[in-house]
């Protein structure tokens, strides 16, 4: 990468940072829901769920951190589809911009603004009794898995929010992101689903990620999982970057 390159995405990501700074309702409604998700499970309906925990919110918040995440990258797809509309792109380019680099400061904006939601979630479940005895090694593992995962939702987001057409449509894709945990072992285990059901749970790759991250959060084996969990996000993040990223061309030429 150029040293041009890094300093206009520099720049730009100041310039969206910026943004969420004069705008913190930004990560207020992303953190909410999940935060809304946690109380529900927790105090309303844990108690009827048999997870073999001893702490329920310890055994949920893998799956929160991964709704959060998909929550907040539908602000990824709105803040895209608002400045191509805006015309924003159109004028970076009339200007000696490196190309890429707008792309790359919304990306990388998405990623700043999901780690202060998750850090938010973190400490609303620590309030709400979650407890673990994992190293900084386990912590760091578990922000590497998420920092991958942001990364690979983020490079989804972008599709949407260059091509849709209105301004719901570019967020709307999010959807089916943030319910596809509950078809996991993020809240229940699998072994208590139907069949078909279970057959899904258990070979989607939110299954495999709440998984490891669980087993770290509470020093237990982490098996297979994690190499799983990694090669799902690692493969989702380049598909859809070369996705994103082809789509991004066709547009600006």
Known sequence: MSKHFLGDTAVLLGRSLRHIA??????????????????????????AINTGSDSYVTYLLP???????ASGIAYTAYRLFMDMKGGIFERFQSMPTARSSVLWAHVLTSLVANLISLAVVVLVALLMGFRSTAGVS???AVA??????????????????????????????????????????????????????????????????????????????????????????????????????????????
Request: aromatic share 12%; hydrophobic share 55%; proline share 7%.
């Open 22 to 47: 004069r705008s913190p309702d930004t990560i207020i409604t992303t953190v909410v829901m999940p935060i809304a998700f946690m109380l529900l499970f927790v105090y309303v309906l844990g108690g």
């Open 63 to 69: 799956g929160i951190l991964l709704i959060t995440v």
């Open 138 to 140: 386990a912590w760091l």
């Open 144 to 253: 590497g898995i998420l920092i991958l995962f942001t990364l690979a939702l983020t490079w989804i987001a972008v599709i949407p929010g260059l091509t849709a057409k209105t301004m719901e449509g570019a967020s709307a894709f999010s959807y089916p992101l943030i319910f596809l945990p509950f078809l996991s072992s993020a809240f229940v285990p699998t072994g208590t689903m139907p069949g078909p059901v279970r057959a899904f749970a258990e070979h989607q790759p939110v299954t495999s990620i709440v998984n490891a991250i669980r087993a770290l959060f509470t020093q237990q084996p982490v098996g297979t999982d994690i190499w799983i969990a990694l090669a799902w996000c690692a493969g989702i993040l380049v598909i859809a970057y070369v996705l994103a990223m082809n789509t991004y061309r066709r547009r600006i030429s």
